[in-house]
């Protein structure tokens, strides 16, 4: 069985901090690997993805994730936060060839301005 | 373009009733996922359609839940005789037609039992 696990569920931070939100899986195969975002009030929105190559990848309002497959990981930094980062923050895989994913339960993120 | 849009927003029902929960998805995109979230967690997988084939129903937590897909496009979730623990926000998402699919969410809407 897949799994997906965020041991960081609530991270509170001051604008300008950097940030790091822990994401690892359990799985026993190729995965991808997705964070998506929920702003407040509105839609969860893909923040990146990995699916091969570069593990380093980047996403939007200058997210990124590293893909370490020696420690099951993906977390997600980002060198300096803002206010408007405030959300709450979704680790997803899907294995190789399947297209039902499993969702982490999230990390809210605040910044104080 | 037009995103996900999902019908109603907020639905308040007695125990033991039935609902149904619509969703639109983009047009074009030929998959559709259902999923559940409870306070606190994830988001739990229900069900996926991919265009005209058997949809995967591996997530569906009773027989009270079911889901239709008409024309590849609209769904509706249905959950019958409903109870409690069946309140959370349900979201619908749907993709395009290469994968893994990046997904699409809707709004969600927010199911109390009472």
């Known amino acids: 069985a897949q799994s997906v696990s965020q041991h960081n569920h609530h991270v509170i931070l001051s604008e300008a901090a950097s940030l790091e939100l822990g994401c690892n899986y359990s799985y026993g195969g190729t995965v991808n690997l997705f964070w998506y975002v929920q702003y407040p009030g509105q839609h969860l929105q893909l923040l990146l993805k990995y699916f091969s190559g570069d593990p380093l990848v980047k996403g939007i309002k200058g997210f990124e994730a590293e893909f370490i497959k020696s420690k099951f990981s993906f977390n997600l930094r980002k060198p300096s936060v803002q206010w408007s980062d405030t959300a709450e923050y979704f680790c997803a895989l899907t294995g190789r060839g399947s297209y039902i994913p499993t969702f982490g339960r999230g990390t809210s993120l605040i910044v104080h301005p | 373009g037009a995103g996900v849009s999902q019908s109603p927003s907020n639905k308040v029902t007695e125990k033991g009733k039935d609902v149904e929960l619509r969703c639109d998805p983009i047009s074009g995109h030929t998959a559709l996922y259902w999923y559940r979230q409870s306070l606190g967690q994830g988001l739990e997988f229900l069900i996926y359609f991919q265009g005209n084939s058997a949809p995967d129903k591996s997530g569906l937590p009773s027989d009270r839940f079911s889901a239709e897909r008409t024309g590849g496009s609209v769904s509706t979730l249905t959950i019958q005789r409903t109870q409690q623990e069946d309140s959370a926000v349900y979201l619908c998402?749907?993709?395009?037609?290469?994968?893994?699919?990046?997904?699409?969410f809707g709004p969600g809407t927010r199911l109390t039992v009472t």
């Open positions: 998402a749907s993709g395009g037609t290469s994968g893994p699919y990046e997904q699409y």
